[in-house]
């Protein structure tokens, strides 16, 4: 669980780390050379100083002030003649002062000064140089001596106060880190935790989310999932009671008619009668097993519409002719109204299964000597086929739920005249696979009008479940 947060964090740690350590030693080498050099400079302004009183007065007095002065304060002075020996000197620094006179070769020291030892890590002293002229001639030299242990006792100061701010830092970093993956990672281990119920078949999944981040789009897709998952899962279990209810049917009249018929003692005609009622009741369960391959299919994916440019009143003209017989036959008469020559692409073959469909229910659903329309208009860009009857109507309440899988307005009925129930659901699939969309609008004991709207013009071969 926790694991994803320690990767995340030792690598953010690792990062930072390193981008602090650089920063910190950065910042430490560029104080300490800033400090180093301001106590160099400030010697050899020290150093100046002196020799510009001593330029101006030059005698015994100066001198011997110049040295006093030194005594009391940290640094020390020696002052020497144009050759290099030393004529003045404070406290003891004559040993050390001599040694490093010595070694200074003398033409090398500029008139503003020089640094004559710089060595302030292992040495005791620094010193610096500064001639002595009057006159436009050299005669002498003030030799500054400061002692290095303040210095490191600073720099050692200095060291100190960063590694404390070092300390603090990466501990804050640590501290920052560790709350800073917890909270990108909490939200990611929820969502881990939900999608686990939700394999488990658990759908009650609730994630809190806020914002807008990729997180949040996360966290509100699986929410979405399990909505979607829940709402499958109740629609299959419902699909599945109604196909065992519409088979249970069928079967048990199939079963006692058979149980009956086999009886010896029947009478032919008798006979004759039931198994033609088991007849009906097979072809009754034929179509419903059909309809269902067919609504299965269209889940699977495994469904394609092919497509074609199709002028629609020629198409129309043939499904009319299919047709007019059967509504001869109830006496009724149908209709098709096609004034623009139209062409849009369909799957005609799935196309003629939808007016099938709605002029079956049209017939079914009339009564002898009303009429059908079938008209077909252009509406901006879009195709409208209606289908107009003057039959029975479909309530209202009930209007909102005729596409849906088995909803029969009055089951009974429909049963003996062998519906489904699946008609509409097939027409409304094949209808969206197109792009396009089917409503109804009904008015009881008056007729029903079925409205496709068809995009036109639009060439690409859909896959249903697009
Ligand atoms: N034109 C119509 N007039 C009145 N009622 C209709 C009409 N079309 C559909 N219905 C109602 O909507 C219900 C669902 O229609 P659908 O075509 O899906 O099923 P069916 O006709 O009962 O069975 P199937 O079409 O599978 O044989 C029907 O049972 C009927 O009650
Ligand atoms: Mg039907």
Redesign the pocket.
């Known amino acids: 669980m926790r694991k994803i947060s320690l990767k995340l964090g030792l690598l953010f740690f690792v990062f930072v780390f390193a981008i602090e350590m650089s920063l910190f030693t950065a910042l430490y080498v560029t104080l300490v050379d800033a400090k180093i050099h301001e106590e160099f400079e400030h010697l050899l302004a020290r150093g100046n100083n002196h020799r510009a009183v001593l330029e101006s007065h030059y005698d015994e007095i100066t001198l011997q002030h110049v040295v006093m002065m030194e005594s009391e304060a940290e640094t020390d002075v020696a002052i020497t003649n144009e050759k290099g020996d030393i004529l003045y000197f404070s406290d003891h620094i004559f040993p050390i002062a001599k040694r490093w006179i010595d070694q200074t070769k003398l033409n090398d020291i500029p008139y503003d000064g020089k640094v004559i030892q710089d060595n302030w890590k292992n040495e005791r002293y620094i010193a610096t140089a500064s001639p002595i002229r009057i006159n436009g001639k050299i005669t002498g030299y003030v030799y500054m001596f400061q002692k290095t242990s303040s210095i490191q006792r600073m720099i050692n100061q200095l060291k100190h106060h960063f590694i404390i701010a070092g300390m603090l830092s990466v501990g804050l970093t640590i501290i920052t880190i560790f709350f800073l993956s917890r909270a990108i990672t909490i939200p990611l281990i929820r969502m881990k935790r939900a999608t686990e119920k939700l394999s488990k078949g658990d759908f009650s999944v609730r994630l809190q989310v806020k914002g807008k981040d990729e997180l949040a789009q996360l966290g509100k897709a699986i929410q979405t999932l399990a909505k979607d998952l829940e709402y499958l899962k109740k629609e299959r279990n419902e699909f599945l009671a109604s196909i065992s209810h519409e088979l249970r049917t069928p079967l048990t009249y199939v079963k006692g008619y058979a149980d009956i018929a086999r009886r010896p003692t029947l009478e032919e005609e008798e006979r004759a009668k039931y198994l033609s009622i088991i007849y009906e009741e097979a072809e009754h369960m034929q179509?419903l097993v059909k309809?269902l391959f067919e609504l299965a299919k269209m889940d699977q994916h495994s469904f394609q519409i092919e497509k074609e440019p199709t002028p629609l009143c020629l198409f129309f003209k043939k499904i009319y002719e299919k047709m007019y017989p059967a509504f001869q036959t109830k006496n009724m008469s149908l209709v098709y109204r096609c004034d623009e020559d139209i062409t849009v692409h369909i799957d005609q073959q799935r196309f003629e299964q939808v007016m099938m469909?709605l002029l079956?229910?049209?017939l079914?659903?009339?009564h002898q000597g009303s009429t059908v329309f079938i008209d077909v208009r252009m509406e901006k860009k879009n195709v409208m086929i209606m289908i107009s009857?003057e039959?029975?109507?479909?309530p209202e309440a009930?209007l909102p739920h005729?596409f849906e899988r088995f909803?029969?307005?009055?089951k009974s009925r429909?049963r003996t005249?062998?519906?489904?129930?699946?008609?509409?659901?097939i027409v409304k699939e094949i209808v969206e696979a197109h792009g396009g969309s089917i409503y109804a609008t009904?008015q009881c004991r008056k007729g029903?009008t079925?409205i496709i709207t068809l995009p036109k013009g639009d060439e690409h071969v859909h896959d249903i479940t697009s």
């Open positions: 179509k309809d469909n079956d229910n049209a079914k659903y009339s009857d039959g029975i109507g479909i009930d005729i909803y029969r307005v009055d429909s005249g062998g519906g489904t129930g699946l008609g509409l659901a009904s029903t079925m």
